[in-house]
């Protein structure tokens, strides 16, 4: 007898048959436990003669769930030869449901007994799909752990990531992509990606998301359209910027083009997005010496001291790469010529590492610290300083406190950004 639950009026049902008759007989089940909810599972031993209504659920402590058991008989049967006594008999599991949902068990026991985690014919979704739509993160980390098929399609041709975008279950999408989630897949009726979807939708968390995980924004869908074709057709300007503008404006930038930055920034791009290295666009046209796209960018407004993911800000860039007229802007226009990247160094010490002597005066002059002593003047006139030459890298690095990677090749500064690459400084 089930310690958990107890039977009544007793573990024999009584079924009613009648010719012509629905049969059908009910037994009440009760929670003998005073403090915590049971969930159960009653089983038929012979599933083609029996059907249970309900065959799981949860019973509050002390409370009672009524089942009704249907007797199948098929037409023009006879009755058993043991009527009016059957010796039929039917199994009942039952657990004290934890912290947990009691969905979540429920699905936890019907996966102990071997329940099938596939889509069946008949059904349109498989469980991986209904738990990934209703935003149910404890039953979906359940199926995956027991090695759903994660990419499973429902009979539409969708998986389940495509679905927990449409239903706006970040959580649920962030488990799946976890696990190993195909952001790349189209579906079937129209050729749509989960990006695509979430782009209709205007939902920028979740293209954050999806972008961060990997998904590709060049895939067309069945009409041809990218994501960022799809965004601009339902008029959500805000994600333009993480599906196509940014990046635009951070090429912009780095080549030195105001037209097209002024371009981008008028059609929505945000001025202070960060590329996949975590440089604003001032860092890239500091690093490069494009004076006249630094100052569009200070004029539109672009944090100046905005830092990157190892402290730099775009002064640090400019020192670092000898550029002065870049350097003067930035000062003038207020960088903080103080700020510390996350190793504690700051533009001037890395001024003063590489002899860049004119460029130190430019920040003593903006007010930078030098030998323990600040102070503040006029910036002097813009001079063309020659620094020094022949110095080798490693000298440089150790004496900036900069940590120098290995590299193939010493390249010029103005190549592509890369700060651990030897630079000679003309």
Request: charged letters at 25%; glycine letters at 8%.
């Amino acid at each position: 007898m089930d310690r958990l639950i107890s039977l009544e009026p007793s573990n024999l049902v009584a079924i009613r048959i009648e010719q012509g008759q629905r049969c059908f007989g009910e037994l009440t089940l009760r929670n003998v436990m005073h403090t915590m909810p049971v969930a159960f599972r009653l089983q038929p031993m012979d599933k083609n003669r029996y059907t249970i209504r309900p065959q799981s659920g949860i019973i509050s402590p002390l409370a009672t769930l009524t089942v009704q058991i249907t007797y199948e008989s098929p037409p023009h049967s006879l009755l058993p030869e043991s009527f009016p006594y059957c010796d039929d008999t039917f199994l009942l599991h039952s657990v004290v449901v934890p912290a947990a949902s009691g969905e979540t068990l429920i699905v936890e026991l019907l996966l102990a007994h071997r329940a099938s985690m596939e889509r069946s014919e008949s059904s349109t979704w498989g469980p991986i799909h209904l738990a990934a739509g209703g935003g149910h993160v404890e039953i979906l980390k359940l199926l995956l752990l027991k090695n759903a098929n994660v990419n499973a399609l429902t009979k539409d041709g969708n998986t389940a990531l495509h679905i927990a975008v449409e239903e706006r279950r970040r959580d649920c999408a962030r488990q799946l992509l976890t696990y190993g989630a195909r952001a790349d897949i189209r579906n079937s009726d129209d050729g749509d990606t989960p990006l695509h979807i979430a782009a209709a939708l205007g939902d920028d968390h979740m293209i954050k998301l999806l972008l961060q995980k990997g998904a590709n924004k060049d895939i067309r869908n069945k009409v041809g359209k990218t994501a960022y074709d799809v965004a601009a057709e339902h008029g959500h300007n805000r994600l333009f910027d993480a599906l196509r503008l940014g990046e635009s404006l951070s090429i912009a930038a780095r080549k030195g083009e105001v037209r097209t930055m002024q371009r981008l920034l008028e059609n929505g791009a945000c001025i202070n997005g960060l590329d996949q290295h975590g440089w604003t666009a001032l860092h890239r046209a500091s690093f490069k010496g494009w004076v006249d796209a630094v100052r569009t960018l200070i004029e539109k407004g672009i944090d100046i001291n905005a830092k990157d993911e190892d402290g730099y800000t775009a002064l640090h860039c400019a020192v670092e790469s000898g550029h002065v007229e870049v350097i003067e802007v930035l000062v003038k226009k207020g960088a903080d010529v103080e700020s510390k990247t996350n190793k504690g160094v700051a533009a001037i010490q890395i001024a003063e590492a590489l002899n860049y002597s004119g460029i130190t005066r430019i920040l003593v002059y903006g007010g930078a610290t030098k030998n323990g002593s600040a102070s503040k003047h006029e910036l002097p006139p813009t001079t063309l300083v020659s620094f020094g030459k022949g110095k080798r890298e490693q000298q440089i690095m150790d004496k900036a406190g900069i940590k120098k990677k290995t590299v193939a090749r010493p390249r010029s500064v103005r190549s592509s950004y890369d700060r651990t690459r030897t630079a000679t400084v003309m």
